[in-house]
T-cell receptor
Framework: DGGITQSPKYLFRKEGQNVTLSCEQN?????MYWYRQDPGQGLRLIYY???????QKGDIAEGYSVSREKKESFPLTVTSAQKNPTAFYLC??????????????FGAGSRLTVL | GQSLEQPSEVTAVEGAIVQINCTYQ??????LSWYQQHDGGAPTFLSY????GLEETGRFSSFLSRSDSYGYLLLQELQMKDSASYFC?????????????FGQGTTLQVKP
């Protein structure tokens, strides 16, 4: 079945460590996104990529980095520069962008806790 | 910039009807979407409005008024499983960017 796979589901990290969250999709979607969600909060956009080898900053990109070397993969690195990284991270994708609904398909999320 | 406003919480009883409002400010407009997220889960798409009026999908309907920069999600015949968070979302209106922005979300609690 087609979908988005995020790993790991749960991750614990010590302060000062970088950590990389994986996001893989087999939907043949062009665009991919990373959102951060804090308890009781909405989804805030970290980075997005509309095509391979290209990505743009979202609203809260500081302390994060991404790459898009393959269409299927959009990993997110949470660096030590991110001041408050404990959160739920959601990866999403959408097919070829159009003037229509552009429905996002989400992965199951990765919950990062900094100890 | 873009912003969306929704009520933070709504409570209703089983079988009732509830309306979740969303007002938006965007530099351009490409439609309003709604997503549902159960606690600890991933958001899933519910509906989309590009033009004024009501779109109906089973028990859920969504309305849009572009002149008022306003939309709402209407849930009828509420069931306990409808307890979830509901988010409205818009696309960044500047050019052809794929930037998708979400509101803060409305937590719906359905009581017996």
């Amino acid at each position: 079945d087609g979908g988005i796979t995020q790993s790991p589901k749960y991750l614990f990290r010590k302060e000062g460590q970088n950590v990389t969250l994986s996001c893989e999709q087999n939907l043949n979607h062009d665009a991919m996104y990373w959102y951060r969600q804090d308890p009781g909060q909405g989804l805030r956009l970290i980075y997005y990529s509309q095509i391979v080898n290209d990505f743009q900053k979202g609203d809260i990109a500081e302390g994060y980095s991404v790459s898009r070397e393959k269409k299927e993969s959009f990993p997110l690195t949470v660096t030590s520069a991110q001041k408050n990284p404990t959160a739920f991270y959601l990866c999403a994708s959408v097919g070829r962008f159009s003037s229509g609904a552009n429905v996002l398909t989400f992965g199951a999320g990765s919950r990062l806790t900094v100890l | 910039g873009q912003s969306l406003e929704q009520p933070s919480e709504v409570t209703a009883v089983e079988g009732a009807i509830v309306q979740i409002n969303c007002t938006y400010q965007t530099s351009g407009f490409y439609g309003l979407s709604w997503y549902q997220q159960h606690d600890g889960g991933a958001p899933t798409f519910l509906s989309y409005n590009a033009l004024d009026g009501l779109e109906e999908t089973g028990r859920f309907s969504s309305f849009l008024s572009r002149s008022d920069s306003y939309g709402y999600l209407l849930l009828q015949e509420l069931q306990m499983k409808d307890s979830a968070s509901y988010f409205c979302a818009v696309r960044d209106g500047s050019g052809n960017t794929g930037k998708l922005i979400f509101g803060q979300g409305t937590t719906l609690q359905v009581k017996p």
